[in-house]
């Protein structure tokens, strides 16, 4: 599987994950700045990936181990710190 799929599938999961808990945060009634503006930038990092997903190109795409290897560990790290919440 090429990097460029991976990369932005983990950004678009990581911005659904942000943008629900601040989402729902917003429902239940606690509303204030970071809040907001968590949902926001969650909402607006999923359409950014898919946007790129679909009309990007993977031949284009250049980033280094380093950043593709810290973006994929830091959003399963992020996911194994939303399962306690979720049980």
Do not use: H, K
Request: negative net charge; aromatic residues 14%; contains cysteine.
């Amino acid at each position: 599987m090429e990097r460029f799929y991976v990369f932005y599938t983990c950004m678009a999961i990581y911005g659904t994950v942000f943008a629900t808990g601040a989402i729902l945060t917003l429902v239940n009634g606690s509303a204030s700045l970071p809040l907001i503006s968590g949902s926001i930038a969650g909402v607006g990092m999923v359409l950014a990936s898919i946007y790129e997903l679909f009309t990007g190109s993977p031949s284009d795409f250049e980033i280094g181990d380093v950043g593709f290897w810290a973006v994929v560990s830091g959003v399963v790290g992020f996911l194994l710190l939303q399962i306690p919440g979720l049980l």
